[in-house]
């Protein structure tokens, strides 16, 4: 990865806006690049924004195996408190990996409530990559897994291989996610692509299926594959986001 050719696509940022705060997470082994285009939407619509860059991510593959699953929340803690310091009412959304770290915040109600979350392709339960694990030694680097884009020309910004090792931390936090799953009450919005050939589309029906939140809906995108924030549906995405939000932070 070359961060002198991409300087700026892959940083965090954080803006200022009104009293709602949202927190936008990206997924594994990619970059805030991935999500980018929902937080500048979020932004544009005056809210206060903050787009972490998750540890270990958008540097180098070694930096990656030598972070575990408790760095990644770490990360994604330190960007709710800044948003709990700066707003009043907060909101997570997270795209695959990040949807697993979303779904870890909410899981910590009712201690610091949030006011919904909104997730798109939640990684939770990866088979191929368990067993990759079975397969390779921890110390092994395989080929990186990006762009899983339907529309063309567009393209994610990500590690060209990837640590069997972060592949383990990223199952670990898929197990610790579902073990909670029914701690989850605020209210959930899901995206859930028809074709995904990353993480399995059953992902998002057993998490629908499984929280507890009386107020929660499941989109499906018929038009991207796992990366759908870069994707045909990206729109769709950002028009029910930005609804969701308007409706539970009155």
């Known amino acids: 990865m070359d961060n002198h050719k991409i300087k700026g696509e892959i940083d965090s940022f954080q803006k200022i806006g009104n009293e709602i705060g949202i927190l936008v997470v990206h ?36 930096k990656l195996a030598a972070t575990t699953k408790e760095d990644w ?21 997270g795209q695959s990996m990040g949807g ?21 392709n939640p990684a939770i339960n990866t088979p191929e990559f368990e067993k990759i694990t079975e397969e390779f030694s921890p110390s092994e680097y395989l080929d990186g897994i990006d762009s899983d884009i339907k529309k063309s020309n567009v393209k994610e910004i990500a590690y060209s291989k990837i640590p069997v090792s972060s592949i383990q931390e990223l199952i670990n936090l898929g197990k610790e996610v579902r073990t909670n799953i029914a701690q989850i009450t605020c209210p959930v919005m899901i995206f ?13 029906d057993w998490v629908y299926s499984q929280i507890r939140s009386s ?18 549906d990206q729109k769709k995405i950002i028009n029910h986001s930005l609804d969701f939000i308007r409706k539970f932070s009155n």
């Not at 929340?73 to 959304?93: A, D, H």
């Not at 859930?192 to 998002?204: A, K, L, R």
């Not at 107020?215 to 045909?232: C, G, P, R, V, Y």
Request: aromatic share 6%; proline share 6%.
């Open 192 to 204: 859930s692509s028809v074709e995904d050939h990353v993480v399995p589309p059953s992902n998002s």
């Open 73 to 93: 929340k770490t990360s994604v803690l330190e960007g709710l408190n800044w948003l709990q310091k700066n707003t009043k009412i907060q909101f997570v959304v």
């Open 27 to 62: 997924g594994f082994t990619v970059t805030p690049q991935s999500v980018r285009p929902l937080a500048n939407a979020f932004a544009e619509e005056g809210y206060t924004v903050n787009l972490v860059k998750l540890k270990g991510h958008g540097e180098t593959p070694e």
């Open 215 to 232: 107020e929660k809906s499941l989109i499906k995108l018929e038009n991207s594959f796992h990366t759908a924030s870069l994707d045909n």
């Open 100 to 120: 697993a770290l979303t779904l870890f915040l909410a899981q910590r109600e009712p201690r610091e409530p949030l006011s919904g979350i909104l997730i798109i």
